[in-house]
Each structure stands twice: as structure tokens, then as C-alpha cells.
């Protein structure tokens, strides 16, 4: 037997990464959400001039729980790749862009940074693209599952313009107190 490995037992290996990568960046990526009370439970978020083009807030949580799943399953790939050209490069790629992801919804939600933000998603969204053409000498399904990720930065680059332009003082923003008095 010369094999050092199975098919069976490599497919396994991929399934072991995707175990542990899949569900850090969801449960990550829902932290930070969490934490910077992102979406239209944040008072701050709903006092600003929004677009209509803003889907409802369940799209949101629907989508990048999609987008994370997707992108763990493609960073599983990439790591079970041992041995491929350029898989160091690719990963921290991947890393770069996945820790300015991580950072957006706190300076968007949190410091209320529209315009900041709107930069941070643009390099995001170059990293992304870089990241999809690193990884597809190593397993072109891992590049094309950062695809509807790319696509959703696009959408979402663009939503955080738009804002940013109806916007121009959202960082000075203070909106109005909830009130509890019934009339």
C-alpha cells in the first residue's frame, strides 16, 4: 500500500475543518452583529435617512448566515489543501478581509462611522476579489463559493454609499429618546 491516505478518510479531513471553521465565523460574525446592535433594533441605524432599497432586517441576518457558511466551507477547503502553491498567501487573504469584516458592523452600528465604514467595506470587497483569485489554483469550489460574497459586498458597499450620501452628518446623529409614555 503506498497511499498515505483514502479518498475516504481525505474527505473526512476537509468535513473535520469545515466542522471548526463553519461554525467560528458564523458564531463570530453573529457577534459582532450582537455587539455593535447592528440591524433596526438600533435606534441610531433607524433615525437616519435609509434608502429604499434597505431589504427588511430578517434579510440581513438570512444572508450572512448564508455568506458565513458559504465562507467557512471554502476557508475548510483551502486549509485541507496542505502542500498547495500559494495557500499561505491565500490565507491571510482570507484572514485580512474576514477580520475587516468582522470590524464593519461595530464602526458602522457601533461608532456610527458611515463614512469610515464605507472604506473599510471597498477594502474589504478588493481583499474578497483577491482572496477568490488566490484561492482558485488551489480548489476552484472555494473560490466560486466566495462568489455570492463578493456579490452581497457589492450590494452592500453600495447601501452603505447611498447612506452615506443622505447622510452627511449620521456620525453626529443623536436620535430621538424611546419613550414610554402612552398617549
Not at 6 to 12: D, H, S, Y
Not at 85 to 94: I, Q, Y
Request: charged fraction near 5%; glycine fraction near 6%; include cysteine.
Amino acid at each position: 500500500m503506498t497511499e498515505i491516505a483514502t479518498p475516504g478518510q481525505l474527505r473526512m479531513s476537509y468535513w473535520r475543518w469545515a466542522m471548526v471553521t463553519v461554525p467560528s465565523i458564523v458564531l463570530i460574525g453573529s457577534l459582532m452583529g450582537l455587539l455593535s446592535n447592528s440591524g433596526y433594533s438600533n435606534r441610531w441605524f433607524t433615525a437616519l435617512d435609509l434608502p429604499a432599497i434597505v431589504p427588511p432586517g430578517w434579510v440581513f441576518g438570512a444572508a450572512w448566515t448564508v455568506l458565513y457558511i458559504l465562507m467557512g466551507l471554502a476557508l475548510a477547503m483551502v486549509l485541507h489543501a496542505r502542500g498547495a502553491k500559494g495557500r499561505g498567501f491565500a490565507l491571510m487573504l482570507f484572514f485580512v478581509q474576514l477580520i475587516a469584516n468582522f470590524a464593519w458592523s461595530p464602526l458602522f452600528f457601533g461608532a456610527h462611522q458611515v463614512t469610515t465604514a464605507l472604506y473599510l467595506i471597498i477594502f474589504i470587497l478588493m481583499v474578497a476579489v483577491a482572496t477568490f483569485f488566490a484561492f482558485a489554483p488551489i480548489r476552484k469550489a472555494a473560490a466560486w463559493l466566495l462568489a455570492p460574497y463578493i456579490a452581497w459586498l457589492c450590494f452592500a458597499a453600495f447601501l452603505n454609499f447611498q447612506i452615506d450620501q443622505a447622510n452627511p452628518n449620521a456620525e453626529t446623529l443623536v436620535p430621538a429618546a424611546a419613550s414610554t409614555q402612552i398617549s
